[in-house]
């Protein structure tokens, strides 16, 4: 417990100083969500994901942004890629595994707010509620993989060219996470949905944000799907001089899943009761189980909601930039 302690610790401390230098959001863990709204099961991770304690790690290892700002442009186009260099493929590792999930799970999508929920008075033009998250899933991903392209699939795969669906929008503020820092929001929160490291009930860590979604029941035992997090966070014209026009911004990050036979077959409410077997990484904890049980049928009933009256992403389609 004192090594789980002094891990979380540490990770809150250097995360803080990340923070300041570079405050942009990708997925850090994903994890299985279970029946009574406890997280269960191994944690997985994106395509080559690196942790900030991990040796090499910089500012841009994780952090995707379409467009860049080496080209220029304000608008994404027909010739953005859609992931991170370092996640074209599915490249995993023993220490950040792809995640293993039942047909019909629920999965966790966790992030860090970095000040867009908390601050919002720092960049004008921004969208409430920190923008919206879209994710997409495909059994038949492109390496290639372009971000107009996947924007265009539609919640019942008859959208763009039909190699996938819209499996959540959501908004990017969870309506409880925080960073730790003395703007109004994160010190309601702070109080309103504190963060206690396990045998310290007097601390206060930040409060992870979630993206929770639904994994198609249709999904084959020991296949793959892809999942596309794409959090768009525009900038509206007409407020920051610096871009009269607006500018589109996307933050991106992939991954895969296995839907794993194993727990298809004992059945999704009956993880909870081997998941004391199954090796755990309880290294960051996002509220209390009945905060999170509470936000998870939620969290579903808003999906469901949204995906029917959510519009899709505007795009504005310029030509590729030679």
């Not at 979380?8 to 299985?32: C, D, G, P, Y």
């Not at 060219?161 to 503020?173: C, E, I, T, V």
């Not at 607006?246 to 991954?255: F, H, P, R």
Request: overall charge neutral; proline content about 7%; hydrophobic content about 30%.
């Amino acid at each position: 417990m004192h090594a789980t302690t002094t891990s979380l610790a540490l990770l809150a401390a250097i995360s803080s100083l990340i923070i300041k230098t570079r405050a942009h959001s990708w997925i850090e863990q994903m994890q299985v969500i279970s029946d009574n709204g406890s997280f269960t099961g191994n944690m997985g991770y994106a395509r080559g994901y690196m942790a900030r304690t991990d040796p090499g790690y910089n500012g841009d290892t994780m952090d995707y942004l379409v467009p860049a700002l080496e080209t220029g442009r304000t608008r994404i186009n027909s010739s953005d890629l859609l992931c991170h260099p370092s996640q074209l493929t599915s490249n995993y590792t023993s220490n950040y595994p792809m995640l293993q999930v039942s047909p019909g799970g629920y999965v966790s999508m966790k992030y860090l707010e970095n000040g867009h929920v908390t601050l919002p008075q720092n960049q004008a033009g921004k969208p409430k509620a920190a923008g919206t998250i879209f994710v997409y899933g495909s059994t038949k991903p492109k390496n290639d993989e372009k971000i107009v392209d996947v924007l265009a699939w539609s919640h019942d795969g008859t959208g763009g060219d039909g190699r996938g669906s819209l499996l959540a929008a959501q908004n990017f503020d969870d309506g409880r996470c925080h960073q730790i820092n003395s703007g109004a929001i994160s010190t309601q929160r702070q109080q309103q949905f504190p963060d206690r490291v396990p045998d310290q009930p007097t601390s206060n860590v930040e409060q992870w944000c979630e993206t929770d979604l639904e994994i198609p029941s249709s999904a084959a035992p020991n296949s793959r799907m892809t999942l596309y997090w794409i959090w768009q966070w525009p900038t509206a014209p007409g407020v920051d001089p610096i871009y009269p026009n607006g500018k589109d911004e996307y933050y991106t990050t992939c991954a895969d899943i296995e839907s794993s036979p194993m727990l298809s077959q004992l059945g999704f409410s009956r993880v909870a009761h081997f998941s004391s077997k199954i090796r755990r990484q309880p290294l960051v904890r996002i509220g209390n189980q009945e905060q999170r049980s509470q936000c998870r049928h939620l969290s579903l009933l808003l999906q469901r909601a949204r995906l029917a009256c959510t519009p899709p992403p505007r795009l504005l389609l310029l030509p590729p930039q030679q």
